[in-house]
């Protein structure tokens, strides 16, 4: 995808030095750390009818971040900002409204959907939940533009194949007319040529109904496949973001540089004289990366 940016001001997302502490249980702190920093001084934006891809390790601080994004927790300190109001302040109906403005597609379609439930339950769901009226033909219609069909409405989700989850997964997120989707490593359980699929129809889905996507995921090849700009996160920190093609031509920070070796390459000869990943513990300032400023912060 290109590295095209949103228009300077049009933001529906800004995230603004967020930070994230955690106080690990009593018996964890003789060994380890006083305090965990989730997440320090991240910062970023997202515009209408864009996808910002942040990458990252295991234990980065992605699902941190998602949390704190979609208000299921608050941050130490810092602000989201959705459509310009605090989500962290968000009370009642506003924080109802944040559920139907905000939709979220999860990592493995085997669990996310209820296997108690027809297709045609799991996608009047939403509407049911905040008491909006959806009919039959809404589902259909659903069904239709994740490339279904309406025969599926009859059927439970051990009946469908991973992929085909997915695509109920991304119906029942586009069932409010969502603003935003988050997408917490949607395709990361299936198969390649299915991710290939799927991101294909994400891209169909964007350009169709204008909602912005932010993609999170491991795979940094995956992430510049679909996103506008890329975020790369390492030890809770933020520490490259740009347009996609700049970030993946021009890397600056050398943790981002090896997630780009660790891509591979078909050519034998080329992958064997590729660096490797270094096998890291925890982030020092070697790697770039200084100590969290706000260690006080709880």
Same mark, same amino acid.
């Given at each position: 995808?290109?590295?095209?940016?949103?228009?300077?001001?049009?933001?529906?997302?800004?995230?603004?030095?967020?930070?994230?502490?955690?106080?690990?249980?009593? @018996?964890?702190?003789?060994?380890?750390?006083?305090?965990?920093?989730?997440?320090?001084?991240?910062?970023?934006?997202?515009?209408?009818?864009?996808?910002?891809?942040?990458?990252?390790?295991?234990?980065?601080?992605?699902?941190?971040?998602?949390?704190?994004?979609?208000?299921?927790?608050?941050?130490?300190s810092g602000q989201v900002l959705f459509l310009g109001e605090d989500v962290a302040q968000r009370r009642?109906?506003?924080? *109802?409204?944040?559920?139907?403005?905000?939709?979220?597609?999860?990592? $493995?379609?085997?669990?996310?959907?209820?296997? *108690?439930?027809?297709?045609?339950?799991?996608?009047?769901?939403?509407?049911?939940?905040?008491?909006?009226?959806?009919?039959?033909?809404?589902?259909?219609?659903?069904? $239709?533009?994740?490339?279904?069909?309406?025969?599926?409405?009859?059927?439970?989700?051990?009946?469908?194949?991973?992929?085909?989850?997915?695509?109920?997964?991304?119906? *029942?997120?586009l069932a409010l007319d969502p603003k935003l989707i988050v997408l917490d490593e949607p395709v990361s359980?299936?198969?390649?040529?299915?991710?290939?699929?799927?991101?294909?129809?994400?891209?169909?889905?964007?350009?169709?109904?204008?909602?912005?996507?932010?993609?999170?995921?491991?795979?940094?090849?995956?992430?510049?496949?679909?996103?506008?700009?890329? @975020?790369?996160?390492? @030890?809770?920190?933020?520490?490259?973001? @740009?347009?996609?093609?700049?970030?993946?031509?021009?890397?600056?920070?050398?943790?981002?540089?090896?997630?780009?070796?660790a891509v591979p390459v078909p050519d034998p000869q080329v992958e064997r004289a590729k660096p490797r990943?270094?096998?890291?513990?925890?982030?020092?300032?070697?790697?770039?990366?200084?100590?969290?400023?706000?260690? $006080?912060?709880?």
């Amino acid at each position: 995808m290109s590295g095209q940016t949103h228009a300077e001001g049009a933001e529906l997302l800004r995230v603004t030095d967020l930070v994230k502490h955690f106080r690990p249980p009593r @018996g964890a702190r003789r060994d380890g750390p006083s305090v965990v920093h989730a997440l320090c001084s991240v910062s970023f934006s997202v515009g209408p009818a864009e996808t910002l891809g942040i990458v990252g390790e295991s234990g980065s601080g992605k699902t941190t971040l998602l949390r704190t994004i979609l208000g299921l927790q608050k941050p130490s300190s810092g602000q989201v900002l959705f459509l310009g109001e605090d989500v962290a302040q968000r009370r009642g109906k506003r924080a *109802r409204a944040l559920q139907r403005e905000i939709s979220v597609v999860f990592q $493995d379609p085997y669990t996310s959907l209820d296997p *108690r439930m027809t297709v045609a339950d799991i996608l009047a769901e939403p509407a049911q939940i905040h008491r909006l009226t959806a009919g039959s033909r809404t589902a259909v219609t659903l069904l $239709d533009q994740v490339r279904l069909p309406a025969a599926s409405l009859r059927k439970f989700p051990h009946e469908f194949s991973g992929g085909q989850r997915q695509r109920i997964a991304i119906a *029942r997120a586009l069932a409010l007319d969502p603003k935003l989707i988050v997408l917490d490593e949607p395709v990361s359980a299936l198969d390649v040529s299915v991710q290939a699929e799927i991101l294909a129809l994400l891209n169909e889905l964007q350009r169709e109904r204008q909602v912005s996507y932010l993609f999170v995921a491991h795979d940094l090849a995956v992430v510049a496949d679909i996103s506008h700009r890329v @975020g790369v996160m390492y @030890g809770g920190q933020m520490v490259e973001l @740009g347009p996609t093609g700049q970030v993946i031509t021009e890397a600056r920070h050398p943790y981002t540089r090896e997630l780009l070796a660790a891509v591979p390459v078909p050519d034998p000869q080329v992958e064997r004289a590729k660096p490797r990943m270094l096998q890291r513990q925890w982030p020092t300032e070697t790697d770039g990366l200084p100590p969290c400023p706000h260690g $006080d912060v709880l």
